[in-house]
């Protein structure tokens, strides 16, 4: 027996609705090899990559295994600096059309796993991911007080192009950072237009600050889906 998730998923917006697993709002996409951004994906891709997203969260059963399949889903998606290595290093994550379908499928082994009946998303949400045109992405980097990405400007450089946002997110307010270097940690989102970007290029996000720094993301799209 299956049922389908029900509910107002408006999946343009930039803050998270699926409120029972909040913290996937943020997942990252699952386990991929060296390809370039999907940008048309068929009816089948789009099982495969749920399927991506679900298999290695059923298989999660222990709160340690969780956090390792989100670790490792994160990394798939991760242009810039590893948070790992550089805790302050200026990131972004690429939420792809394969991403927001992979962490589909790991809601769908979360609700399944809760109720204990097989889970799946509604068609009409599989279709509007595989008919977005815009890429988002969360960037994350760090300053030296709460206000610091407040008024950032980003822009997308891929050789002479400059490819600007057709929306710009509000920064969040800087949340205090326990490891080494700045003091604050912030985020906040864009979004590209696939049709004005290559999805193969390697590419360099530019992050501008109100105070004049500067921050360069370099993000090799051949190695994102």
Same mark, same amino acid.
């Given at each position: 027996m299956s049922v389908m998730i029900k509910g107002d998923m408006n999946i343009y917006r930039h803050k998270r609705v699926w409120g029972l697993a909040g913290f996937l709002g943020v997942c990252l996409i699952g386990f991929g090899t060296a390809w370039a951004i999907d940008v048309k994906l068929s009816a089948e891709d789009a099982q495969k990559a749920l399927e991506a997203g679900r298999i290695p969260m059923e298989k999660a059963n222990l709160p340690e295994d969780v956090k390792k399949v989100l670790q490792q889903a994160s990394l798939a998606a991760r242009v810039g600096a590893d948070p790992e290595k550089e805790p302050c290093g200026a990131s972004a994550i690429l939420r792809t059309k394969r991403y927001r379908l992979e962490a589909f499928g790991r809601q769908e082994a979360v609700e399944s796993k809760k109720r204990k009946i097989d889970v799946r998303m509604p068609e009409e949400f599989i279709k509007k991911v595989m008919d977005?045109? #815009?890429? !988002?992405? !969360?960037?994350?980097?760090?300053? =030296? =007080? !709460?206000?610091f990405a407040e008024g950032a400007v980003i822009e997308l450089h891929q050789g002479s192009k400059r490819i600007k946002p057709i929306d710009i997110g509000k920064a969040e307010r800087g949340r205090k950072n326990e490891g080494q270097g700045p003091a604050f940690r912030s985020r906040f989102t864009a979004l590209f237009a696939y049709e004005q970007f290559d999805s193969n290029a390697k590419s360099v996000f530019v992050v #501008?600050?109100?105070?004049?720094?500067?921050?360069?993301?370099?993000? =090799?799209?051949?190695?994102?889906?």
């Amino acid at each position: 027996m299956s049922v389908m998730i029900k509910g107002d998923m408006n999946i343009y917006r930039h803050k998270r609705v699926w409120g029972l697993a909040g913290f996937l709002g943020v997942c990252l996409i699952g386990f991929g090899t060296a390809w370039a951004i999907d940008v048309k994906l068929s009816a089948e891709d789009a099982q495969k990559a749920l399927e991506a997203g679900r298999i290695p969260m059923e298989k999660a059963n222990l709160p340690e295994d969780v956090k390792k399949v989100l670790q490792q889903a994160s990394l798939a998606a991760r242009v810039g600096a590893d948070p790992e290595k550089e805790p302050c290093g200026a990131s972004a994550i690429l939420r792809t059309k394969r991403y927001r379908l992979e962490a589909f499928g790991r809601q769908e082994a979360v609700e399944s796993k809760k109720r204990k009946i097989d889970v799946r998303m509604p068609e009409e949400f599989i279709k509007k991911v595989m008919d977005m045109p #815009n890429m !988002e992405i !969360e960037v994350q980097l760090c300053g =030296d =007080d !709460e206000y610091f990405a407040e008024g950032a400007v980003i822009e997308l450089h891929q050789g002479s192009k400059r490819i600007k946002p057709i929306d710009i997110g509000k920064a969040e307010r800087g949340r205090k950072n326990e490891g080494q270097g700045p003091a604050f940690r912030s985020r906040f989102t864009a979004l590209f237009a696939y049709e004005q970007f290559d999805s193969n290029a390697k590419s360099v996000f530019v992050v #501008n600050l109100q105070d004049g720094q500067e921050a360069r993301i370099p993000a =090799d799209f051949s190695k994102v889906r």
